[in-house]
């Protein structure tokens, strides 16, 4: 793959056949991350509720992917086409600029379509230069893939969930009633700039406001508002929490969570360090198993609520959360990591058994894509 002058971390993505290959590799990678959520549920480490919501942020990228395998697919062959960005260091996914450009496709995504032949035309319009001028018909073959790009981003502005954009805003699940305060999921996430991964936020909130959060009006604005402008990896999930327990008198954050989907890890296309890039070296796997998937939970959970002077004649409820009694300074409760691989990367990573890799939760990948948990 040919150096580029973006960055030491950028890589362009300039024929056909490695674009294909790499948007191959994310259809079956992100297919299988919709399996291992449904295991985490079976397991118990993610309610029924919790695994829907999550399972649709992952269809969102799926659909992402989707679109953007459209955009690239006559990478390399026509004159002019776009070529995919995308992180090779500590991420593997493309860069937050794509998704942002994709953002804007889609905020005038019938402006461009207004302005392009259906997919019926330019298939006859292809067929009709391949038997009377026996060429192929690049230009129009480029145009389809616009064409079928654009359409793919029109069905999804037009439903909930249908692609992962660069900002996807906080909603509200309610839960049950806990006393005379009403428990929310609240959720939202991310495609984070900093290391170029979709990032997702679970927070569970108690609310003794008179009205129902979605529904007020002047509370639930201000504190979407303020989740977004919080949702950056730089910060502690201790900051993020004790900042909204502060600035929002009657909701009260019991547990948060962000759920980092990522790196992606592959010999053929992405620099790894330490011991992951030694397995995938030594598995020599073909193509479609030259992979492995990290996945990251961070989990900041309060221990118990206490009341704390708040002006000369008014008091608060606070939060008092439980650190991580190995590393206070964290800003969790505990941290998960899971790795999802193929059998072949598996296989080496158990015989390396190398201290790095040794206390992830394994999912493997197995015959016809079923998820095998492994220890």
């Known amino acids: 793959m040919p150096e580029t002058n973006l960055t030491d971390d950028h890589q362009e993505l300039y024929d056909t056949l490695t674009a294909r290959r790499y948007f191959a590799k994310f ?127 029109a069905v999804a502005v037009g439903e909930a969930g249908g692609i992962f954009w660069p900002k996807n805003d906080p909603d509200a699940q309610f839960i049950r009633d806990v006393g005379a305060r009403r428990h929310f999921l609240v959720h939202w996430a991310v495609y984070d700039t900093q290391v170029n991964l979709p990032v997702v936020y679970l927070m569970d909130v108690e609310d003794s406001g008179k009205k129902a959060l979605p529904n007020d009006d002047r509370r639930w604005p201000l504190a979407q508002a303020h989740l977004m402008a919080q949702s950056v990896m730089g910060l502690k999930l201790l900051t993020i929490a004790q900042g909204f327990d502060k600035d929002f008198t009657g909701l009260h954050p019991k547990r948060l969570r962000r759920i980092t989907l990522g790196p992606m890890y592959s010999h053929d296309f992405t620099l790894q360090s330490g011991p992951i890039s030694v397995v995938l070296a030594d598995a020599k796997a073909p193509d479609g198993d030259d992979w492995a998937l990290v996945w990251t939970v961070e989990d900041l959970i309060s221990d118990h609520e206490e009341e704390v002077k708040d002006g000369w004649f008014s008091s608060a409820e606070r939060q008092v959360f439980k650190m991580d009694p190995f590393a206070p300074d964290s800003g969790i409760t505990r941290m998960d990591r899971m790795v999802i691989l193929p059998e072949r990367p598996y296989q080496v990573l158990s015989e390396l058994n190398q201290p790095g890799l040794r206390d992830l939760r394994k999912f493997v990948v197995g015959a016809g894509g079923q998820i095998l948990p492994a220890r």
């Not at 295991?39 to 829907?52: D, F, H, K, Q, S």
């Not at 459209?70 to 004159?79: A, D, H, P, W």
């Not at 260091?89 to 207004?114: C, I, R, T, W, Y």
């Not at 392009?116 to 480029?142: C, G, H, N, W, Y």
């Open 27 to 153: 259809e079956r990678i992100t297919g299988h991350m919709l399996r291992v959520a449904g295991e985490v549920e079976a397991e118990g480490r993610l309610t029924r509720t919790e695994a829907r919501i999550l399972g649709r942020y992952l269809t969102a990228i799926t659909g992402a992917f989707k679109a953007l395998s459209y955009k690239y697919l006559m990478t390399g062959r026509s004159e002019g086409a776009p070529r995919l960005t995308f992180d090779r260091h500590e991420s593997g996914f493309p860069v937050a600029q794509e998704l942002m450009m994709m953002a804007l496709d889609a905020a005038q995504v019938q402006k461009h379509l207004g302005g392009m032949a259906s997919v019926a035309e330019l298939k006859d319009r292809m067929v009709r230069q391949i038997v009377r001028d026996l060429e192929v018909p690049t230009q129009l073959q480029f145009a389809l893939s616009q064409r079928l790009y654009y359409e793919a981003l």
